[in-house]
């Protein structure tokens, strides 16, 4: 894939002697991490180039692109060949997202695509690859990896550390530590449990007599003021933790869905947890702010402040969200559970409400977890996996999808889709046979 990127950079090189560049990029963490990496890259380099960050990619929105300038597309589009091949001019793809069988070898002549699903490259998010091509292109960029960190992490690149990601982790100079999967880890463990939403802890999240009594009963108490921070602690308090917590409701998935890596980052001139600073960028984009997240992951200081405020209300509105999933009837059957949240939940958080549920206590590991949001006049599907093992979801969402239309994307763990609000009760009607009759076979 490396010999790929200097290929794209040469094309590259060249085309801008004739065109500037328009980056169209994802407005999550991956996409917001990746704009920011591939547009300090281009600056550094001295190539022209405008940015616009999107929801999703559909076909009317690549229709509306224009084709003065080159289009390169960071984090999306593997799933949008049919139509860039449709646009009069070059296009570039820089994306991780899988891509259908046929699509791998129908790659339009107009579109240069780097992903790693073309190489049998080991899994990275987009933001990793566009790193991988700032740091080809200068050493100087090897300032941006820390964003890598950061999009890896959004990403949920966490669990394994391959080659590739080590070495940006080390390029980026990370403290790796092992522990409960609480964010953030640098700040004094009691706020970080109250404040906690992901993982959701039964009697804990939300509490502050629950938060007080979890510690209390993993032995760990006030030092100099104030609680350690999780990453300060040694390996019996945090087997003490780890205990409390699976006492409050673990249902499957064990300690080992509690327990992953810890990401140490120096962002701002301070020692920040990687899990943090991701959950931060993608709370200002789901609040319509992503120009205030990209700002953000650039070093502007007053957008740091405005991101921080933003970041306070989106915690907010998530803690209303889940309480109104935990009081409101859901479709539950085998293996599965069916949200349909209607206009009770944003449409840019309810993929986030999904995440927080499928990395909850609360639920079994195999647990298919699908939520809809109405947005105006489609709905907003997202569904992921409760812990690591289970059926494919985007497999599952697409066989639901096919009979009435709409387009699916992202991961076996994690994955969403589009469809009319016209279309609602038979998609949900479609969904509920293809997830009984997946579990008949199993």
């Not at 692109?65 to 080159?70: D, F, R, V, W, Y």
């Not at 999009?151 to 409960?180: C, P, Q, R, W």
């Not at 917590?245 to 810890?262: H, S, T, V």
Request: glycine share 8%.
């Amino acid at each position: 894939m490396l010999e790929k990127i200097k290929e794209a950079i040469n094309c590259l090189d060249e085309l801008s002697q004739k065109k500037k560049f328009k980056i169209i990029s994802h407005f999550d963490t991956d996409g917001i991490t990746s704009a920011a990496i591939f547009s300090r890259a281009l600056k550094r380099w001295g190539k022209g180039f405008s940015l616009k960050i999107v929801k999703s990619l559909d076909e009317e929105t690549i229709q509306e692109l224009g084709e003065e300038e080159i289009l390169i597309f960071l984090d999306l589009a593997s799933g949008s060949l049919e139509y860039l091949a449709k646009k009069k001019t070059e296009v570039f793809v820089f994306d991780h997202h899988e891509l259908s069988d046929g699509d791998k070898t129908k790659i339009p002549e107009n579109v240069f695509m780097v992903n790693p699903v073309l190489h049998n490259c080991e899994a990275m998010s987009a933001a990793a690859i566009c790193y991988l091509f700032a740091k080809e292109l200068s050493i100087e960029n090897k300032d941006l990896a820390k964003l890598a960190v950061i999009g890896m992490v959004g990403d949920l690149h966490e669990k394994n550390i391959s080659k590739a990601f080590g070495e940006i982790l080390s390029d980026a100079e990370t403290i790796v530590k092992k522990g409960v999967l609480i964010y953030p880890s640098t700040r004094p463990l009691d706020k970080a449990l109250e404040y906690s939403s992901n993982p959701y802890i039964p009697s804990v999240s939300g509490s502050r007599t629950g938060v007080i009594e979890l510690l209390r009963d993993a032995g760990l108490s006030i030092d100099n003021g104030k609680y350690k921070a999780l990453y300060e602690l040694n390996k019996e308090e945090m087997t003490n933790l780890v205990t409390a917590i699976m006492l409050r409701g673990q249902k499957g998935g064990g300690e080992e869905r509690l327990i992953g890596n810890l990401f140490l980052v120096k962002f701002f001139n301070k020692l920040e947890d990687a899990r943090e600073l991701s959950a931060l960028i993608n709370a200002c984009s789901r609040m319509d702010y992503p120009e205030v997240a990209l700002g953000f992951c650039l070093g502007n200081r007053k957008l740091k402040e405005e991101a921080e405020k933003i970041y306070l209300n989106y915690k907010q509105s998530l803690v209303s969200a889940l309480k109104y999933v935990s009081e409101t009837s859901k479709l539950e059957g085998k293996n599965y559970m069916i949200i349909n949240a209607r206009d009770k939940i944003k449409d840019t958080i309810i993929g986030t409400i999904a995440s927080i549920l499928s990395h909850s206590p609360l639920y079994q590991e195999g647990l298919v977890i699908v939520a809809l949001s109405y947005n105006e006049n489609m709905i907003k599907v997202s569904a992921r996996l409760a812990g690591r093992k289970g059926r494919n979801v985007r497999e599952l969402l697409y066989k639901a999808v096919v009979p009435i239309g709409g387009e699916v994307g992202g991961h076996p763990q994690a994955a969403g889709c589009m469809i009319s609000r016209e279309k609602e009760g038979e998609f949900i009607g479609e969904l509920k046979k293809v997830l009984e009759l997946e579990v008949v076979k199993v």
